[in-house]
């Protein structure tokens, strides 16, 4: 019968005989119909979890999530759900991507997907959808020759395959800042004084060879100091912040910008590193009123000592052997305070901590009008603090490399294929994608 149904025409046959045909060859169709349709609906998001059991590396996991923003996709980040996981479209591409990048992943259907997120909505949970919108332009501030440095941000940046744009003095000081949305300080010294290893390092190429550079740039770009220059690019990019910027920076260059910020027009600087003595009174002439985070602090008048004020911990740290050296994340509303609870996402709330030329930070020297994220109670430093400016937010993350206890000048860099679930990189890269998140109103 079908045999002959597929020969004849159905036109030609009889009323009764054409229906029957009709349902033979259309249920086919149908049930497939139905299949795909099962199939479709089943396949429909895709969770990359970020917790310690199910991630196999959690740092190329934010790569994913940014390379999803790049093609124009929103994503929604699940703050405190199974360490701050990702919620993303579904699609063969992304499964592809997350496949070759050694990413985790599951599939959800629309079903689950609604369960999870009307779990993360009650009231009851401590746990908030962040809609991220767009993959933020990052530019890091360095130098195009930043031996003997190596700098997490970059390293971690390149590794989650994120792309970045360097700027430096020039680039500043011409306004290009704005057009960039998140912005990255180097290990800068923005004080003029290389970094304070003159005590130490004076005599090695790199440091003369670095002085050099840096007297010859002040000079091209019309100032007499490096001091001078170095503080104009501070004031340009805490400008840049205000207007509505996000800034990160790590190590020297969160103490140093605001030291550089409150000595506007105050000579700090010993002759070995401008040529002439420094104002006697200079410490009385301070204003914390221009700075970031930091207040009341004392500077370093020593030239040979590798310190810059009393903000850094380093040396008062005595009491803290490397075996027991950890911070511990705060705990904040999902709800109400989003973005403290953005970037302190982890898959552990106790971080080891690493050392830097700035270590930690004083905590009686913290601006009370900014949050500590990341502390060491016990020992009254904080680790990891965040603040707003104008319309803009800066994040400063103490030490060096999260992976590398006490990482030495001319050290070789970290490898992070070694470290690929580092819960203290994960912390740059909370920032990273902090700009793309849809903007609301903070509570606290």
Partial sequence: MTYLFNRISLNSLPKRFKNIALLRITRPV??????????????????????????????????????VLSKQQKVQWLLNYRGGSFLLPD??????????????????????????????????????????????????????????????????????????????DQEVLEDKLPLYDWLHLHHEDFTGQYGKFYGAYRAAPWYIEGKQQAEALARRLGYEKVSEEKGAVAMKIRNYVIGGGFMFAMCSATDSFDIALAAQGVDICEPMFDGDPSEPNYQQQLDYSNTFAFTNFTLERNPLRY?????????????????????????????????????????????????????????????PTVLVLGENRLNGEARYIHGIKGRGFFTFYGGHDPEDYQHRVGDPKTELELHPNSPGYRLILNNVLFPAARKKKQKT
């Fill in 91 to 168: 699609g063969e591409p992304i499964r592809n991507e997350c496949r070759i990048r050694g990413v985790s992943f599951e599939v959800l259907s629309d079903a689950q997907a609604q369960s999870v997120l009307d779990g993360i909505a009650s009231p009851s949970q401590n746990q908030e959808a962040v809609i991220l919108e767009k993959a933020p332009k990052i530019a890091v501030y360095s130098p195009k020759d930043n031996a003997p440095w190596d700098d997490a941000v970059t390293m971690v940046l390149t590794y989650a395959e994120i792309p970045y744009v360097t700027v430096y």
């Fill in 30 to 67: 149908l049930l497939l119909a139905l299949l795909f349709t099962c199939l479709a609906s089943r396949g429909s998001m895709i969770l990359i979890p970020m917790d310690a059991e199910s991630q196999e590396n959690h740092l190329k996991a934010y790569g994913i999530t940014y390379w």
């Fill in 307 to 367: 310190e810059f004020s009393s903000i850094d911990m380093t040396s008062k740290r005595e009491d803290v052997p490397r075996e027991s050296d950890y911070f511990s994340l705060m705990d904040f509303s999902a709800k109400w305070d989003p973005v403290p609870t953005m970037l302190c996402q982890n898959h552990t709330a106790l971080v080891k901590g690493f050392m830097g030329q700035t270590t930690a930070f004083t905590r009686s020297e913290v601006k």
